[in-house]
């Protein structure tokens, strides 16, 4: 896939369909999407097959930490703020 002039001028030196599903996946779990959605959505028959395609990214994670830490009244969670590397 990566071998095509779109790709060439781009930039892009080594892409595969399955790096755009496993992005896809991704994106739309740290978009909180639940994973049997998600599953539906990418064809698969079950949630252990979707979970191969679904990473967190570091935003994600700084995202989800910091709905935790929102104010509720009980004890604060004090989240270690992600750095990204670089």
């Known amino acids: 896939m990566s071998d095509g002039p779109t790709c060439r001028r781009a930039g892009i030196e ?3 369909f399955h790096d755009l599903r496993h ?3 991704s994106r739309l779990g740290d978009a909180d999407v639940q994973l049997t959605k998600i599953a539906r959505l990418m064809g698969h028959s079950n949630t252990k097959q979707t979970e191969r395609y679904v990473h967190s990214t570091d935003d994600g994670l700084l995202a989800a930490t910091e709905i935790a830490a ?6 604060r969670i ?7 590397a670089s």
Do not use: D, M, N
Request: net charge positive.
């Open 70 to 75: 929102r104010p509720t009244g009980r004890a």
């Open 23 to 25: 992005e896809y996946g």
């Open 78 to 84: 004090v989240p270690v703020k992600l750095v990204k």
């Open 14 to 16: 080594s892409l595969r």
